[in-house]
């Protein structure tokens, strides 16, 4: 059972950055795939960004692409979510996941945190 915490969300303005921490406990962090994903009001859960358990390979959404940037560190069990040039589309909650698959769909995925808020003002 593999035990995640996410930290690092908050308020700030269209074209700021945050980075999102998601801290992992109880199993082999090192075996799995990380992924983050996000939810805005009464929209599906969707992928973000995902990274493979020896951290070369990555996959970001399209939205993303070129302002998010996912990164892991296997000897303190974190992986992070550097967000730039943030819009007010990427208002959601964030949640971090583990998988033992190089998955983008969420069903696959076997754990969750309970997620941080984002909100970006305009």
């Known amino acids: 059972q593999v035990q995640l915490v996410e930290s690092g969300g908050g308020l700030v303005q269209a074209g700021g950055s945050l980075r999102l921490s998601c801290a992992a406990s109880?199993?082999?962090?090192?075996?799995?795939?990380m992924g983050w994903f996000r939810q805005a009001p009464g929209k599906e859960r969707e992928f973000v960004s995902v990274?493979?358990?020896?951290?070369?390979?990555?996959k970001s959404a399209d939205s993303v692409k070129g302002r998010f940037t996912i990164s892991r560190d296997n000897a303190k069990n974190t992986v992070s979510l550097q967000m730039n040039s943030l819009k007010p589309e990427d208002t959601a909650v964030y949640y971090c996941?583990?998988?033992?698959?190089?998955?983008?769909?969420?069903?696959?995925?076997?754990?969750w945190g309970q997620g941080t808020q984002v909100t970006v003002s305009s």
């Open positions: 996941a583990a998988s033992r698959f190089f998955v983008v769909t969420p069903r696959l995925y076997d754990f």
């Open positions: 109880g199993g082999t962090f090192s075996r799995y795939t």
């Open positions: 990274i493979g358990w020896g951290d070369d390979s990555t």
